[in-house]
């Protein structure tokens, strides 16, 4: 009953995955759309404020025509009355407006000339980003078509998996199915793994080996302890160690073998023979150093022994003259003695 479960949930994690990488990429693919399309509405709004910069300076261009057209009317009235002046003060007051028309309406001619420049420019950017407006929204019109294929033969296989999924899903434990998706979406498609040589091979931990003979007999679901994922217990470890050489495998190594390794090894022999007579002759003479070390302390046993006669010849020597000593002290002593009697009988 376990086993099949294990099977079930190896084919049912393939399925789960490519179905949770299909829901991913389309939920993916609108958010380039999106992309696309808040570039077009980036570009529109610049339009708009800069056709409505461009508006104002028509309105103001205009302003300025009219203004400079008054200027030049102005100085046509007052080069008109010239033939009409009586007298000098006229003459000054007139020349006067005349002047001062003539400066406005230059004036006003310049300003039209750099407003004109500036509302040129203007409309030729303006121009320039509608067109590229309009290739924006062409591309995204056929951005949102593309995607909209995809996302249809993505639903079209997302359908499928899902029945295969019904197929395999129906006496699987609601509990253990829950978790299960959820490894799997955690663990990027991997939701169940092998054990090999006591270790969980989605996490590469060492597992405990209660826990490992726990798996091996598959009593019961069991998740590690470490990633959480699914662990079930493979027949790949006994059949590596059944796996050895075979009486033809040697035959096959005996061949690779060649007639120069055999010479090599020949020698390598020879090699060996003369190391074992040096070895030899290396134990004959330490046997012989051996032989001369221990007569050489037996003569110095010999020079020790001498040592010990003479010490005690010389300490017996040595009492025979403080024995001679005392004997004369002991006369001596006794000479004094009877010299003190007679003085006394005297």
Known sequence: MIQDTIEKLKVLQDILSQKFQIEQEIEDLPRTLATKKELVSRLKKSFVEKNEKYEETRKHVAEIRIRLQEAESDREKYESQMDQITTAREYDALEKEIRDASERE?????????????LEEQKVRLEREEAMIKAQETELEEERAKIDNVTEER???????EKQESDIVPGLDEELMFKFERIIRSKEGEGIVPIRSGVCTGCQMILPNQFVNDVRAGEDILFCPYCSKIVFYTDAEEQLDDVGFSDSDEEGLADLVDDDFDDEIFEDEALLGIDEELSADRDD?????????EDDDEAVGDVDDEGEDDEDEDSDELLDDGEDELDEDDEENLEDEDLEDEDLEE
Do not use: A
């Open 106 to 118: 230059q004036q006003y001619r310049r300003d039209l000339q750099r407003e004109e420049k500036d």
């Open 155 to 161: 639903q079209s296989k997302l359908q499928d998996l």
């Open 285 to 293: 003479d330490s046997m012989d150093d051996d032989s001369d070390g």
